[in-house]
């Protein structure tokens, strides 16, 4: 009986004692006072450790800055941990509705790396790293190098992203070939309409190579990477750069090949940019159609395989665009030059719809169905076109509307069958040609005359290049056929 009444007492004050614990716990939490608990212990567990101090002063001893200072500062006002801290400065950012919080001074900041315990103090332009003996070596050097990276992200992503385009060298002294401007086009993917499986491939593609640093050093490669866009005019293969660097926080370096001078030159140009970068040839196949050029083919293959040395060939992505790849030499296109082919076709009424949601907010209308029976028909037009109607049109979706079609009718007649790459192909197959990471063999023919005369409606269905900054008649396009 008395080992039962033990028992049975031994089970209560358990349970007693659990429930005390939980409410105490409850109380800690509540007020806060969990953080001095917690503080108390942390003093308490310094006790039995062993500690070693590395200070990290603002100034060198030539009062010159030191840029670890800036560096660390920069990692530690990115900390949760700093929210922690007893006092904490907060300061408006750039961006208007932006808090940025700064340490302030003689206050402790806990930070773990590698299940090690580090505080930093700041002391007065001095930031001093506490940490045990016992993790210095396993954890010290690891720990810098992350601050490095966190803090040379931060500061990327703080500076804006740049544009460079190259210049003619008049003085042929090779300085300064690049100019640069703040690069602050808008697109990003969610503006693009693609195919979101298409797009959700690139992303993972980009973002996996910009990881992927150990990989490609143990593979022997050069960290790099190049995509090839190509399809009609049109059809957002601009605006994909520009979202790609978005997405990357890249600056882009816009190659412009006829204000090069030579194969040296190109080399040198290469050599000039910086990691973390696009470098783009747009129309690449328009300069290789073109009889004599200053580059020649051998010095385009060694610029793309970014041989020269791997100082200026690592953490880029080069970026091709062409209207059209089959009359390419196919050396351009081989895997390693070109690692990833990318389809820009003309619209169809997925892509249309993304569309009319972005340009007119319409998820759906009437018409629809009727815009959707004459993509099927094998008419189209290019998403340039379609944004420009529908823009000149935002105020009355509908009349917005009936302007597609109609243009669909008149001009996309049968383009849609031309569309390169997705749809009929030389032998008249339908032959999906949707590729990331492998070149297509089968490339699309453009039909001869296929595309109606469209000069009544040149003065309506007028394309501006970006890039070539002038309106290009769509029947220009035929003749390129
Ligand atoms: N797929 C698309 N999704 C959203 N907008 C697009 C798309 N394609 C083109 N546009 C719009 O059309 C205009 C021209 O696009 P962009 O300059 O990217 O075409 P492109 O393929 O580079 O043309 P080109 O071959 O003539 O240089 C841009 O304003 C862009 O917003
Ligand atoms: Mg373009």
Known sequence: MTILYNLFFLLFSLLVTCILLFLLRVVLIKTGLIYI?????????????????FKVPEFNEGMQRNQLYHKVLVYLNS?????????????????????????????????D????????????????????????????????????????EF?????????????????????????????????????????????????????????????????????????????????????FIAAMANFLSYDVYDLDLSKVSDDSD????????????????????RYLSEKSTAVSLPGILSFMDGILSSSCGEER???????????????????????????????NFTAFKTLANSYLGLKDHKLFPQVEEIFQKGASLSPAEIGELMIANRNSPSRALKTVINALQTDGDGRGALNLGRGSCENGSRKPVEEIGEPSGVFCKEGANAVKELKKLYGFLRVKSCRKSQSFDLNSRQNEG
Request: glycine share 4%; aromatic share 10%; net charge positive.
């Open 266 to 285: 190109l080399k040198f140009l290469l050599l000039q940019t910086t990691t973390k970068s696009l470098v783009v040839i747009e129309d690449l196949d």
């Open 317 to 347: 992505i080069m970026v091709f665009t062409m209207n059209r790849k089959d009359h390419v030499d196919p050396a351009i296109l081989r895997p390693g030059r070109i690692d990833v082919h990318i389809h820009f076709p003309l619209c």
């Open 37 to 53: 608990v917690k503080k108390k212990w942390r003093s308490i567990e310094d006790c039995f450790h062993v500690y070693q101090f």
């Open 155 to 239: 500061d990327d992503k703080k500076r804006g992203l740049k544009l460079y385009v190259n210049v003619v060298d008049h003085q042929g002294d090779r300085k300064e070939r690049w100019r640069s401007v703040p690069f602050t086009h808008p697109s990003s993917f969610e503006t693009i309409a693609m195919e979101s499986d298409l797009k959700n491939k690139v992303k993972s593609d980009l973002y996996s190579f910009a990881k992927a640093k150990q990989y490609y050093h143990r593979l022997g490669r050069v960290w790099k990477r190049s995509y090839l866009l190509y399809g009609p005019s049109g059809t957002g293969k601009s605006s």
């Open 79 to 111: 900390l949760t941990f700093i929210e922690d801290s007893d006092f904490t400065n907060l300061f408006t950012g750039k961006k208007p509705n932006e808090i940025v919080l700064h340490l302030d001074p003689n206050q402790i900041i806990e930070d």
């Open 113 to 152: 790396f590698l299940g090690a315990k580090i505080s930093w103090i700041n002391e007065d332009k001095t930031l001093v790293l506490k940490i045990r003996k016992a993790d210095k070596r396993r954890v010290l050097r690891p720990y810098l190098q992350h601050i490095h990276s966190v803090s040379d």
